[in-house]
């Protein structure tokens, strides 16, 4: 069955980092392109950051470039958050979908496996 099970979130101040991961399993990660996605109270679901299967490609929403890095080993997708800011405020998912080819997606419609999500707030 596969599987995705984010962790790392939590409460920080505004400036501060967080390092979130996303466990991996019943599947074969090497084939599956891994995205973080976010949602704030009252707002649509957002895509933060992709990376692709091969972990060559990545890509970021405007929001994010430069304070945010996203990186994956064989079985876990990891989200560096840095100059945390109160509108990163959000649950944060993580995303998977087969890949064929290099499509840098961040539509959630072309995911297919979420995990459960881990709350981020930024609050001083």
């Known amino acids: 069955q596969l599987q995705l099970v984010e962790s790392g979130g939590g409460l920080v101040q505004p400036g501060g980092s967080l390092r979130l991961s996303c466990a991996t399993s019943?599947?074969?990660?090497?084939?599956?392109?891994l995205a973080w996605f976010r949602q704030a109270p009252g707002k649509e679901r957002e895509g933060v950051s992709y990376i692709s299967s091969s972990g060559y490609t990545t890509k970021y929403a405007d929001s994010v470039k430069g304070r945010f890095t996203i990186s994956r080993d064989k079985n876990t997708v990891y989200l560096h958050m840095n100059s945390l800011k109160p509108e990163d405020t959000a649950v944060y998912y993580c995303a998977a979908y087969y890949e064929v080819g290099v499509s840098a997606t961040l539509n959630f419609h072309d995911y297919d496996y979420w995990g459960q999500g881990t709350q981020v707030t930024v609050s001083s």
């Open positions: 019943g599947f074969t990660a090497d084939y599956y392109a």
